[in-house]
């Protein structure tokens, strides 16, 4: 979920100013995803769409954030294009599928192969989901991060990248338009805290979900602290 495709959060602790501060790469919803026109649609409260609905497809955050984490809080002693070199290579040299995500892939397999090469059938090999070991190559993955490394964020929300990003979700149902990623901008949020047994613990705000392990926090905060073989303070 936080590969090009997805979105992504930021949090960041300045070892010079003890200051922390947070990015919000999450993506927001296209612009012509109204209320209305879900319930011209047929969908309700009671009757959404489908989660595998291409209108749920909200704008790629994660790219974004990167850009933005590198700039506003990397050393600059190395570019975006040097960050990215190794996934370069790895998607253009190929890298040995996990077991678990072969199960997955494998699990997909005929939805891939059905949308056809252009749409997810250059996923699999051969028509086939990689197995557990097989090298699996992403040349045009390779050649999306080369861009972007070479032209930051214009090169995912503009141009080529984005008019196919929004080409396959359109061609699925969806409504998102080059409007909505080439408007679209990271947020510089204020991090949350609570203090768990003497230490204080930093999170993001909501949309994020890092209000709930705050919360969790502050519950377990009222009960005695477990020791022995199944406390990890043992």
């Known amino acids: 979920s936080t590969g090009l495709g997805g979105d992504a959060f930021c949090l960041f602790y300045d070892g010079n100013t003890g200051e922390i501060r947070g990015i919000n790469g999450s993506g927001r919803s296209p ?16 009757s959404p769409p489908s989660v595998f609905d291409a209108v ?9 954030c990167w850009c933005d984490t590198v700039q506003l809080f990397g050393s600059q002693k190395l570019s975006l294009q040097e960050i990215l070199s190794g996934a370069v290579e790895l998607a253009e040299e190929g890298f040995p599928v996990a077991e678990i995500t ?13 949308d056809g090469k252009e749409l ?36 995912f929300y503009q141009g080529r990248v984005a ?12 409504v998102m338009t080059l409007e909505d990623l080439s408007s679209h901008d990271s ?33 377990l905060e009222n009960f005695p602290q477990l020791t022995g073989p199944w406390s990890m303070c043992s």
């Open 56 to 64: 749920n497809i909200t704008v790629p955050g994660a790219t974004a």
């Open 187 to 219: 947020e510089l949020i204020t991090p949350i805290s609570t203090e768990y047994k003497g230490v204080r613990l930093w999170e993001l705000p909501p949309n994020s979900q890092g209000l709930v392990a705050l919360l969790l926090l502050n519950i």
């Open 163 to 174: 008019q196919a990003v929004v080409d396959v979700i359109n061609q699925h149902g969806g």
């Open 31 to 46: 612009k012509a995803l109204t209320l209305d026109f879900l319930e011209g649609c047929g969908h309700t409260a009671e």
């Open 120 to 155: 997810g059938g250059d996923l699999l090999i051969d028509g086939h989901a990689p197995k557990c070991g097989q090298v699996y190559k992403n040349t045009g993955l390779a050649q999306t991060l080369k861009e972007l490394g070479k032209h930051g964020k214009p090169a």
């Open 102 to 114: 072969a199960h997955h892939w494998a699990n997909w397999a005929a939805a891939l192969k059905g």
